[in-house]
């Protein structure tokens, strides 16, 4: 997938998600998290298009190092455009998408201005060998919803997973989601975890 795409992709999830605080963020700060996946060869993002529309898309992510983690380095990529956000829309700090975030946060903004790049380089260039590859994102425009789409992006992120040497997938999803774990559930992923707040699935693909 071209960088010149990633504009489209984002499109495409703020007509999905459209009250997730993402979205309220904007279009800039989206597409910057969106260019994440393409940012590092352990991370891919794909998309389904139709009459020159995206109508789904899906990214995974697998860990180079411990400590690497998916929600950390999206924020950290897209840091810059969060801020701006909020500078622009300041009631979007008391969203409760991020008040669940504000720890994680903190511990980011710490990392990007005191950590050491050239330690990270380094940690990076020595990516250690991993058989679990997330599930980040995915999303079905809702005039798409129950026509194979979301099955179709299944397939192709089981197919690209096991490209990259998986065994297994995982992802994590709201407990109130009800929707999307039963879909989950059709596709044969089982439940790892549960809390009040989500639930953590996984598949084996081998």
């Known amino acids: 997938m071209r960088s010149s795409q990633v504009k489209d992709v984002s499109t495409c999830h703020q007509e999905c998600f459209a009250d997730s605080l993402s979205s309220k963020f904007g279009l800039t700060y989206t597409q910057k998290t969106f260019e994440w996946f393409l940012a590092a060869e352990n991370r891919f993002l794909f998309y389904i298009e139709s009459q020159d529309r995206v109508i789904g898309y899906c990214g995974g992510f697998k860990s180079a190092f411990p400590g690497d983690g998916s929600t950390s380095g999206m924020l950290q990529y897209a840091m810059k455009e969060a801020i701006m956000a909020i500078i622009k829309k300041p009631h979007l700090i008391f969203h409760q998408e991020l008040r669940r975030r504000y720890p994680l946060i903190a511990k980011n903004i710490f990392k990007k201005i005191f950590r050491n790049k050239r330690i990270e380089m380094t940690a990076i260039d020595h990516v250690t060998p991993n058989s ?4 980040v994102v995915i999303g079905v ?3 798409y919803r129950g026509k194979g789409v ?3 992006l299944m397939k192709n992120f089981e197919e690209e997973s096991k490209k990259r040497g998986a065994e297994k997938i995982i992802l994590s999803v709201k407990s109130s989601n009800a929707r999307a774990i039963a879909a989950y559930k059709k596709s044969d992923w ?6 009040k707040k989500d639930i953590d699935m996984f598949k084996i693909i081998v």
Do not use: N, R, V, Y
């Open 150 to 152: 979301f099955e179709l």
């Open 141 to 143: 425009h809702p005039d």
């Open 132 to 135: 679990k590859i997330g599930l």
């Open 190 to 195: 089982q439940i790892a975890s549960q809390t």
